[in-house]
């Protein structure tokens, strides 16, 4: 690996500005779980990383009115251990779980997860269905974003290139939401995920979330699928009604699938059809209310 | 035949590395910094077939800290090829590149840093040419040739009348089986330096066969045995992944360049375009009697060599070796061919064509049984092969009993009463079967050196390089045993071409049957020489003397081997050498016949397979091994359950993929390895000590038997749960899902 500068800013205004100057050759570094791989590879290449695990107070977890506040070099691990993010947000230290490996949850963060855009990433499809958004600060002061609104293509991001992710806010579901991710493949990064949030009012489905990723550069939400989900009955699907067919088979069809080393385009449609129903039927085998 | 007690021999000993290993302590080649060393960094060929145009050197030599550039240019004064059986890789890529991440140019700099900087500005023109992409494109006659044309090897052998056979009997089979091409890694990628000086050459190298390094050194750069010295310490795993010469000509040169000592350590990266295992095509027609006696087999095969010869010649020979099976086949021909291909040169990997032979052999037997309505078990015990009958015409004949062997692992697994029990929807479980026997043990020479020492302790000297099997640990037990003192008392030397004597190699599961002969010897040869010292001292004669726990005894007298040791030199200090010689002619007889043993593989796995997916999950699998003599038990399973998990690889994930030449998966994240979960929840090893082995004690090897049968007894469970038999590895979802969906499964 090419040697590189550390730079180490105590605020977030120091970082935005020393990524401001840099003008491109620096890049933020937390983690470094992604970043350092694609620096040894020779894949990038950068004069100066800056490092914000030195900004103090930025992996902070903390509960804002409904919603749990992420700070940005909090690390996988940080977020699954966490006790409000357990209690409030059980699906979220799930996922958290099943990222990687304990080496990776350890000292790859949350943020920098969604600010590498990998394709393959377990939160930013689930953090779709939460609805989460991201707060985002520059040099001329901060702005939030939804977090869809994050990825914009394989390994790009609409931040600017003297802006930086400082946290990310996640809205608990509402009471009676019953919410599964799941995920498949064989190689280390998973080859697709599913995350499904079911609001059920008196045996119906009221509202519905579905995020769809890995199988495309960018997760998406699922609007068609949701939209056929409203209104039907739970036991109906949880015995196997047509809808349940009809929301994989557009998902499937939405999902834009492209073929990689995961698999061919059909394969990855078969398992986006596949995996949509046995998530809705996790989901909505959880009765007890909450997501977990 | 009275059973002899042993102290050390068939107890799982605490390895004599435990301590160094568990506190960090062992010392790995890249823990080692010599004086005034440069480093090493490596600028390779993008391109996976070209003619090298020009080399511009200049600015990267101009850099300061960079000590000197190795190009072609370079290799005068010296021999400039090197390889086991045919020297056709250069040093550095001479005039022409044969796959993408050649060495085309190496620079020493006074760090790392600086060395990266320096390969940016070597400038290379390059003329592309046509790319040559697997086994179908290396036989195309219309492809560019690789060498001088894209053949590297044939073998071939035939008895019977194998063309009457197939006419005579009542059915023939033809099928085509393919492997994939997969790499070892050894967690420890390929680490050399290197220090090339006026009066002599020093290596220190993670390889397996040292003195075969040795040989290769002297020989390219015009020197005397003597005068190379390399020196092999910890070895970070090797897998056949460092057997011969690697990087190690290379590192030289650049340091008889620079004019300094030289380190080279490369990436993983690296490390999957230096060496790998030969993908493999094979097919056989086999012939049967309606009442499943097969009476014939032909096979043809096909293994990808890459770039260059490697091990290509031998691995071509065993393809064929083992790819008949281990059945009585009175009619057999076989034909195998090594090609050229613009890929990772491929070279020795544990047990080497073995899985690929065994993978099309065991595939196809099931294949046959099914078609006659026999159950795939009774079929192969029907046409096994006996105890003391030959499995090879001219070879050695088989040393134990097949049908005993499969019946155990059968029995254990619970094969006779298996049921698939309640699955989910979607979800069908399956039992498969296979069996092996590889021709191993490689050439039957070693030495050993054991010094006995005043205070009763003693220092073995052995060739044999530590990668993890734990060869000190059992030639430790050995020597113990024979000298009769504590296992504590011994301490091994091991691999260092200046202090030990010459040893072949560390591969082909050789080092306990024939490394552990040479140390027997040679602690007999010492306790020879202690049992006449003391017939002396008690004025007996040395059939009278016992000799147990460090001391001499006669009729109720005992006196300390130190004493003994003392005594003979007239004072305090003094020692005995002992030493073994192990040649084909050795005194046992055991060692005359080609191969020195037959190494049995057996295996009974249990699948569970997503139909909706294509996901297989292996659920219990349980391999046999014969030691002959397990010297060190929990050694014994390691080396199997380790060969076994190694063989889950090829068998569900790993693939190293290539597009246009160009390698697509060099990295740990996207070449997907084994790891704990996916070890099946029963995994078993079962051991027979049939004590029939040529090594000490009735030993023989086992490093390499867990490997072979994994994977088709995996897919024959497969076949066994859904009906659809799959020919190509691995068995990943996608592609079981294919399978299944053209068969309508899903």
Sequence with gaps: MRPFRLHEPTTVQEAASALADAGGGAALYAGGTELLLAMKSGLLAYDTLINVKSISGLDAIAADGNSIVIGASATHSAVEHDPLVRDRLPLLSEVEHGVANLRVRNVGTLAGNLCFAEPHSDPATLLLVYEAELDVAGPSGSRRIAVGDLQTGSYETSLGPDELLTAVRVPAFQAGVRAAYSKFGYHHRPTLGIAAALAVEDGVVADARLALGCVSPVARRLSRSEDVLRGERIDALTEGASALREVSRLASEDADAVEDMHGGVDYKEHLVRVFMERTLLRALAKNGGGDA | ?746
């Design chain 2, 1 to 746: 035949m009275t059973t002899r007690e042993f102290k050390t021999v068939g107890t799982a000993v605490r390895r004599v590395d435990a301590d160094d290993k568990l506190s960090g302590r062992a010392q790995f080649t890249g823990d080692i910094e010599v004086s005034g060393m440069a480093f090493c960094r490596l600028v390779t060929s993008p391109l996976p077939h070209a003619r090298i145009m020009s080399i511009d050197a200049s600015r990267a030599r101009a850099l300061p800290g960079v000590y000197a550039v190795l190009t072609s240019a370079e290799l005068v004064n010296m021999e400039t090829h090197y390889g086991s059986d045919k020297k056709d890789r250069p040093v550095i890529a001479i005039d022409k590149v044969r796959f993408q991440g050649e060495p085309v140019a190496a620079v020493a700099a006074v760090d790392l840093a600086t060395a990266e900087a320096a390969v940016e500005l070597v400038e290379v023109e390059y003329e592309e040419l046509p790319t040559v992409t697997g086994i179908d494109e290396a036989l195309d006659p219309s492809s560019e040739p690789v060498h001088e044309s894209n053949f590297c090897h044939e073998y071939g052998y035939e008895w019977g009348d194998v063309d009457s056979a197939f006419r005579e009997c009542d059915r023939v089979f033809e099928d085509t089986f393919e492997f994939p091409m997969v790499y070892h890694y050894a967690m420890e990628p390929h680490t050399c330096i290197a220090s090339y000086e006026p009066d002599r050459i020093r290596l220190w190298t993670s390889a397996q066969h040292p003195f075969l390094v040795q040989a290769e050194i002297a020989r390219l750069f015009g020197r005397q045995l003597d005068q190379v010295q390399v020196v092999v310490p910890f070895v970070g795993g090797g897998y056949g992944s460092k057997s011969y010469t690697k990087i190690e000509p290379l590192v030289t040169a650049l340091s008889r360049e620079a004019g300094r000592p030289v380190r080279l350590a490369l990436s993983v990266d690296e490390a999957m375009r230096t060496v790998r295992r030969h993908a493999a095509r094979g097919t056989i027609r086999t012939g049967v009697m309606n009442d499943g006696t097969i009476v014939a087999r032909e096979c043809t095969g096909y293994v990808d060599t890459g770039g260059y010869t490697d091990n290509g010649v031998r691995v071509t020979e065993r393809f064929g070796d083992r790819m008949p099976g281990p059945y009585a086949l009175a009619n057999v021909r076989v034909k195998t061919y090594g090609l050229f291909t613009n890929s990772t040169p491929a070279g020795s990997f544990r047990s080497i064509g073995g899985p690929q032979a065994i993978w099309v052999c065991e595939s196809q037997i099931d294949v046959v049984a099914h078609a006659l309505g026999m159950a795939p078990f009774e079929f192969r015990v029907k046409n096994l092969v006996r105890e003391g009958e030959e499995v090879r015409r001219g070879r050695r004949p088989i040393e134990g009993d097949l049908e005993y062997a499969l019946r155990r692992v059968a029995d254990e697994f619970g094969w006779d009463s298996w049921t698939s029990g309640p699955t989910p929807p979607g979800v069908k479980r399956g039992i498969g079967f296979a069996c092996g026997v590889t021709n191993s043990g490689a050439s039957p020479t070693s030495t050993s050196l054991v010094r006995f020492h005043a205070d009763g302790s003693a220092t073995v000297y052995i060739g044999s390089a530590e990668m993890g099997q734990g060869s000190r640990s059992v030639m430790a037990q050995i020597a113990a045993e024979e000298l009769r003192i504590p296992y504590e008392k011994i301490r091994v030397v091991a691999s260092d071409t200046s202090a030990v004597p010459w040893d072949r190699s560390t591969g082909s599961s050789r080092s306990t049957t024939l490394m552990g002969l040479a140390v027997h010897d040679a602690a007999i040869d010492i306790r020879q020489q202690l049992l006449d010292l003391a017939a002396e001292h008690f004025e007996a004669f040395p059939e009278e003397i016992e000799a147990e726990d460090g001391r001499a005894s006669f009729k109720g007298e005992s006196v300390a081997f130190a004493a003994l040791v003392r005594n003979m030199f007239g004072g305090s200090g003094g020692e005995l050498m002992g030493r073994g010689y192990v040649t084909p002619k050795h005194a046992s007889g055991k060692l005359r016949q080609d191969p020195v043993f037959w190494e049995v593989s057996i295996g009974a796995a249990e699948v569970e397979v997503d139909t909706a997916t294509g996901e297989v999950r292996l659920l219990r699998y349980y391999s046999i091994s014969d030691p002959g003599k397990a010297i060190n038990p929990k050694q014994v399973e390691g080396q199997d359950e380790g060969a076994a998990m190694q063989a889950i690889g090829h068998t569900l994930f790993e693939e190293m993929l290539y597009e246009d030449g160009q390698l697509l998966n060099p990295n740990l994240v996207d070449y997907r390895v084994p790891i704990f979960t996916d070890l099946p929840h029963e995994f078993e090893t079962v051991l027979i000590e049939s004590g029939n082995g040529p090594g000490p004690y009735g030993a023989k090897g086992v490093g390499e038997g867990g490997i072979v049968c994994v994977a088709p007894a995996v897919a024959n469970a497969v076949f066994n749960a859904t009906g659809v038999r799959i020919s190509t590895l691995p068995l990943t979802p996608e592609r079981v899902w294919r399978a299944l969906h053209e068969a309508g499964q899903t």
